[in-house]
Nanobody, 118 residues
Framework: QVQLVESGGGLVQPGGSLRLSCAASISDSTFYVMGWYRQVPEKQRELVATIGMGDHPYYADLVKGRFTISRDDAKNMVYLQMNSLKPEDTAVYYC????????????WGQGTQVTVSL
């Protein structure tokens, strides 16, 4: 069974930075689209950023220019560098690995809390 393990969440002041990491227990991440999503209580999970094969990133408008997603296929990992954090970025952040060609190979991490507050 594939497992995704996130790390790097925590408490940070507004304007600060955090780097989230996600490691997948798969043999080859090359054909996966990797992404980060976030969720606050009583709201739907929302897309933050994705990065596909060939390192093509996509960002939600709310984080564009502040967050950077990257991937390391040698390590089967995805990262999210978050700068200029705002209180409204507070959420549980989830990583996702979705296979480009095989339906059903869609995996989620357990989530890591990010809190932006004084």
């Amino acid at each position: 069974q594939v497992q995704l393990v996130e790390s790097g969440g925590g408490l940070v002041q507004p304007g600060g930075s955090l780097r989230l990491s996600c490691a997948a227990s798969i043999s080859d991440s090359t054909f996966y689209v990797m992404g980060w999503y976030r969720q606050v209580p009583e709201k739907q999970r929302e897309l933050v950023a994705t990065i596909g094969m060939g390192d093509h990133p996509y960002y939600a408008d709310l984080v564009k220019g502040r967050f950077t997603i990257s991937r390391d296929d040698a390590k089967n990992m995805v990262y999210l560098q978050m700068n200029s954090l705002k209180p409204e970025d507070t959420a549980v952040y989830y990583c996702n690995f979705r296979h480009t060609f095989i339906n059903g190979n869609n995996y989620w991490g357990q989530g890591t809390q990010v809190t932006v507050s004084l």
